[in-house]
């Protein structure tokens, strides 16, 4: 059996894993990550999520919720291997602490709950981590449940996930009297005794050993069909070998075109070093995946993970504590000293590194450098925020930053003494700083201080990091939903001309354009705008018709509703004229913003609200009155199964609706329903319909 090993600062890009651990609350991610911590010497105790006692949930909110909020990176040894770890939230209002995550990982861990499968949440983060390709491998936590079933979690990601799960294990004992694996690569059997921290390895059980040969079979065919040199072999010799089989595994698995599926118990402390194992043999180095790529002076350039070539690191996360700016980085090329400058690429401004520190969660130890493939904290930059660019100066480069999800819920944010309100808005700023996803804003009507978040929760947990950390006394109103407007019916033929004189050179613009809505497949931004000209003989010269649509996309900020950003619009530019001297592309900006604003009014217009897909856990004799409560909320229910004892009500609800509804279901189900949530998109509003003029 392997060991945990210490390894030296400066490890060799092949040595290194940058992970993270994704899946829905209460899978168990951060219970792996604190086991795996465990196993490999880092920590000399297991932290435990109920006690409060984890490392990753250092933050006294994520303790007293019992969540993870904040992203948390850690790092250990393993085997000759530095691994460094990312303890993702799995909460859909935290979605973008995953989002910047995942854009700086290699690889990551999946958890599944083995009762539960794949829960709303897993979905919504396998497909984050399917847009930015990171491989993954498949952990089936909680074995060790009433109701735990491998099969069944199995069935759940091949059907919802539309993968192909790749079972490289097979439980031994069930439920409580789980105890062990059967590892179906190497056909041996790893068995923890009770209280035991490792396994111990021998021969398959007697009874254990047909099912465990037909599950090899079924193995080896599935890699078969995917691997062209698996299936080489299979065809010779009718069954892979231990190292052909490994090998296959590792390529699915970096291509994506497969996952390893592997099982356990992580609060027995059961399943954790074969995890790490497989997390070695399978998941890719920082030399394994593509150069990253970046913008310079707007030609596309390639950063290979050298530790020689020229510094270039992405900002992923910002903490804006009292006592300075932590800014981590994933280092993508080059090395990095403390003391050295670099080059903040976004604002072009230079930039001190006066210390780096490889991070334990909320605990830092000092190092001299930092090389391709790391991910480390660094003290010094003032004004880099998450998804900006660190670079050597002589060699600048813009990296992709991470989406930055659009705030959905909003709450007027004050302080109780007038005097607070320059800490409140110092505080405020501070939080952005850290969390791009949340806006803060002033009210043109009201002159409130506007907060905007992903979600209710998002909100509650901003509010009360203000007063924790700040010390301030702050009132919150209703939360309040971002509604967007969109056409249902549009209008052709839309003339408008610009003509302004006032001196000197005039403006000159005549457009005539047509409206209409756009439909779902429409094009890369099917859900917002899209633009197109149909202009003959050139009568509107090319540079005008770019004008246009800048002047069209201005128009779209404010609907004539309530003035709510507009979406899911056609434009198309049919003809137009220009003046010899008095056109201009300022003329035909403004021309597009006025002509789409007047086209929007005359249009039919529909006001769009958030929806979340609600999946509810209740009691089975609470069911009735959970369905009743769902339809005054005006919920449609989609679906409803059994599992485990306990009803599961899926249904689409209005975010609005939702506010307030966690005590609602509390007191329904005498403290025993949850639920969860998912953002799906926009829906129309009840009775908001308005009919255009023209």
Not at 126 to 145: C, E, G, M
Not at 262 to 286: D, F, I, M, Q, T
Not at 293 to 313: H, I, K, N, S
Request: glycine share 10%; proline share 5%.
């Amino acid at each position: 059996m392997r060991t945990h090993q210490h390894i030296s600062p400066v490890t060799a890009l092949t040595a290194v894993r940058n992970l993270g651990i994704l899946a829905h609350v209460d899978a168990g991610k951060t219970t792996v990550t604190e086991r795996i911590l465990y196993t490999t010497g880092t920590t000399h105790k297991r932290g435990e999520v109920h006690d409060g006692t984890t490392i990753t949930d250092f933050d006294s909110q994520e303790r007293d919720r019992g969540i993870t909020i904040f992203a948390a990176a850690v790092s250990c040894a393993w085997d000759g291997h530095r691994i460094n770890l990312i303890d993702t939230p799995g909460h859909v209002d935290f979605a973008d602490e995953v989002e910047r995550a995942l854009r700086v990982l290699d690889g990551a861990i999946a958890v599944f709950d083995a009762v539960a499968g794949v829960e709303p949440q897993s979905e919504s983060v396998w497909h984050q981590a399917d847009r930015h390709s990171v491989p993954r491998i498949a952990f089936v936590n909680k074995l060790d449940r009433a109701g735990a079933d491998l099969d069944t979690a199995v069935a759940s990601i091949r059907d919802r996930l539309h993968t192909v799960p790749l079972v490289a294990q097979l439980p031994i004992g069930a439920e409580d009297a789980f105890r062990g694996v059967v590892d179906l690569v190497r056909m041996r059997a790893l068995v923890w005794a009770d209280g035991a921290d490792a396994y111990e390895e021998g021969e398959v059980p007697e009874g254990l050993r047909e099912e465990a040969a037909r599950r090899r079979r079924l193995l080896e065919e599935a890699v078969a069909e995917l691997h062209p040199a698996a299936l080489e072999e299979f065809c010779v010799r009718s069954e892979l070998s231990a190292q052909t089989l490994t090998g296959a595994l590792r390529d699915l698995t970096r291509t994506g075109e497969g996952v390893v599926v592997l099982c356990g118990s992580a609060y027995r402390n059961r399943g954790v070093e074969p995890l790490l194992e497989a997390v070695v043999a399978y998941l890719p180095s920082p030399l394994d995946v593509p150069p990253v790529r970046g913008l310079l002076d707007g030609a596309v350039r390639e950063r290979a993970a050298d530790p020689q070539g020229p510094f270039a690191a992405l900002a992923f996360k910002v903490n804006a504590t009292a006592t300075g700016r932590l800014t981590y980085l994933r280092v993508y090329s080059g090395t990095i000293r403390k003391g050295e400058t670099v080059l903040d690429a976004t604002t072009r401004r230079t930039e001190r590194v006066g210390r780096i520190l490889r991070v334990q969660a909320d605990r830092h130890v000092d190092v001299e450098a930092a090389v391709a493939g790391d991910i480390v904290a660094v003290i010094g930059p003032k004004a880099a925020r998450p998804g900006a660019t660190l670079c050597a100066p002589g060699a600048p480069l813009v990296l992709e930053p991470p989406t930055v999800a659009e705030p959905v819920v909003s709450v007027a944010v004050e302080a109780r003494r007038s005097t607070d309100t320059e800490r409140l808005m110092a505080a405020l700023v501070r939080l952005a700083e850290e969390d791009p996803s949340l806006v803060v804003r002033t009210d043109p009507e009201t002159g409130q201080t506007v907060l905007s978040g992903m979600g209710e929760l998002h909100l509650e947990v901003a509010a009360e990091k203000i007063r924790r950390d700040h010390g301030l006394d702050v009132l919150v109103g209703r939360p309040q939903v971002a509604h967007r407007e969109t056409l249902v019916r549009g209008v052709s033929g839309l003339v408008y001309r610009h003509v302004k004189q006032d001196g000197g050179a005039g403006q000159f613009a005549h457009v005539v354009i047509d409206v209409e809505p756009l439909a779902a497949g429409d094009g890369e931004d099917a859900a917002e705008f899209a633009f197109g000209s149909s202009v003959v003989g050139g009568r509107v010269p090319q540079e005008y018709v770019r004008a246009v649509e800048a002047g069209c996309r201005d128009a779209l900020a404010e609907g004539p509703l309530g003035g709510h950003p507009v979406t899911g619009v056609r434009v198309t530019l049919t003809d137009g004229a220009t003046h010899p001297k008095d056109s201009s592309e300022m003329a035909f900006r403004t021309a597009g913003r006025f002509a789409l604003r007047e086209a929007l009014r005359a249009s039919a217009m529909v006001l769009l609200e958030p929806v979340v897909e609600v999946t509810v856990t209740v009691p089975g004799d609470a069911v009735g009155g959970v369905l009743g409560d769902l339809a005054a909320r005006r919920g449609r229910v989609s679906g409803s199964t059994t599992r485990g004892g306990a009803a599961v009500v899926t249904a689409t609800v209005p975010l609005a609706e939702l506010f307030g509804y966690a005590t609602r279901l509390r007191s329904r189900t005498q403290g025993r329903g949850t639920f969860t949530t998912r953002a799906t998109g926009y829906a129309p509003a009840p009775a908001a319909t308005v009919s255009g003029t023209g």
